[in-house]
């Protein structure tokens, strides 16, 4: 089994590593998560966060490498998700008088909810002497919980971050100058598209305070710990907490008898020739997740879908649904809806409502293709792009 590993002096990492998981909450998980936890080592032994529950062995046995888990004299609870808590009761049981810290009003009420067990509020801003250390929690409500916060401790510089700056990565290497780096800005991306993103405005506003810190090491409770290149990490937290698009379009599909994927490849073909990459993605063969982040930072986006049975196809619906809940976004994008029918164009009209009602510019008419498209019809779609283009340009 790894080990406790000392990341700075009298500072633990005693997480723990969930290799196999695949499905995070309906997320893909293909390079498994990782549950980090941080044990302080100071006049008051502090745990900062815990593990899934899940993990609670394995989490135990690490701190156990360093000290005795009944002499823990207070933990942190940046984040009340379970992923983070769900090892609390047990520390709570072994270590009775420890007190438990987590967010005035939403945190206190979560870990009662969730635990009933009683945490002693913090404010933002609010400081905790450990001893050497002075302590310092910031309050990051709705990122992506409104009980979030983050931990600051002045004499190692290190920010605990809990799930901003995380990343599901699992591997054997603690920091980020240890591992593959554009697997882990892969994964950083895919986390911030999937459970951040809807929160941008709100990070935005964590990351201000972030920048003004002064920084040894980004901790965060997924993935690996940021040393080496924090300020690659916060550059790119800036772009995607405001949104920056890219001049680059994503065309998704269903298809049954190919109608709709000839329309899809002709509209990823039609971008291409205007010098704007795009990428083609069939909804049956990538996960919600994955499409998302090839999307989140796309400027356009084409979704086509025949009709099956008076609907659009569910594949183009679920994706539809999953976009919709995170994207805040839309409105800086141009959007298209397409794709084929038999007797009634509900199927891509259905598409067609769907982005409305997600606030996507639509500078042209739903395109519907009875059957089979002809070459021509093909052709006209490469006027239809070229509006989208002079739309996004206006
Ligand atoms: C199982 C099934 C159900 C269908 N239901 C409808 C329908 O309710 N309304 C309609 O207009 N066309 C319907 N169609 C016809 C398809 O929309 C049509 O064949 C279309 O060209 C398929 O596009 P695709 O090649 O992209 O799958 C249905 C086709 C199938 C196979």
Request: net charge negative; glycine share 6%; proline share 5%.
């Amino acid at each position: 089994m790894l080990n406790a590993i000392e990341i700075s002096p009298d500072i633990w990492w005693v997480g723990g590593i969930d290799w196999n998981e695949r499905s995070f909450h309906g997320y893909t998980t293909e390079k498994g998560i990782t549950y980090n936890a941080y044990l302080i080592m100071d006049e008051k032994i502090t745990l900062i966060d815990t593990a899934k529950a899940t993990f609670t062995d394995e989490f135990l046995q690490r701190i156990s490498q360093v000290v005795d888990p009944s002499k823990i004299d207070v933990v942190i609870t940046n984040h009340v998700e379970m992923d983070h808590s769900g090892s609390l009761p047990a520390i709570h049981k072994i270590a009775p008088n420890a007190t438990i810290y987590a967010s005035a009003g939403a945190g206190v009420n979560e870990v009662r909810a969730h635990f009933g067990i009683e945490a002693t509020p913090v404010k933002s801003g609010e400081t905790l002497s450990i001893g050497k250390r002075t302590l310092t929690f910031v309050t990051t409500p709705m990122v992506h919980w409104p009980d979030n916060m983050v931990t600051y401790s002045d004499v190692d510089k290190i920010l605990f971050s809990n799930d901003a700056f995380g990343q599901h990565f699992a591997s054997t290497k603690r920091f980020d100058d240890e591992n593959d780096l554009c697997e882990v800005y892969k994964q950083a991306k895919k986390y911030y598209a999937n459970i951040v993103w809807p929160y941008g405005m709100q990070a935005k506003k964590a990351l201000d305070v972030v920048k003004t810190l002064d920084l040894n090491m980004i901790c965060p409770s997924h993935g690996v710990i940021w040393r080496s290149h924090i300020a690659d990490i916060l550059d790119k937290y800036e772009a995607w907490t405001t949104y920056q698009m890219q001049d680059k379009a994503v065309v998704v599909f269903d298809s049954m008898w190919h109608s709709t994927e000839a329309m899809a490849r002709e509209i990823t073909d039609a971008f291409i020739k205007e010098g704007i990459p795009a990428e083609l993605i069939d909804v049956k063969h990538m996960h919600v997740s994955d499409i998302i982040l090839e999307m989140c930072d796309a400027k356009y986006v084409a979704v086509g879908s025949p009709t099956l049975n008076s609907n659009m196809m569910p594949t183009v619906a679920g994706f539809l649904t999953y976009m919709r809940g995170l994207s805040p976004n839309n409105s800086m994008r141009i959007g298209l809806a397409f794709g084929s029918y038999g007797w009634a164009p509900l199927g891509p009209k259905q598409v067609y409502a769907e982005l409305e009602n997600a606030k996507f510019q639509l500078p042209v008419p739903v395109v519907a293709q009875q059957w089979i498209p002809s070459e021509e019809n093909l052709a006209e779609l490469q006027d239809t792009v070229c509006k989208m283009i002079e739309a996004a340009q206006e």
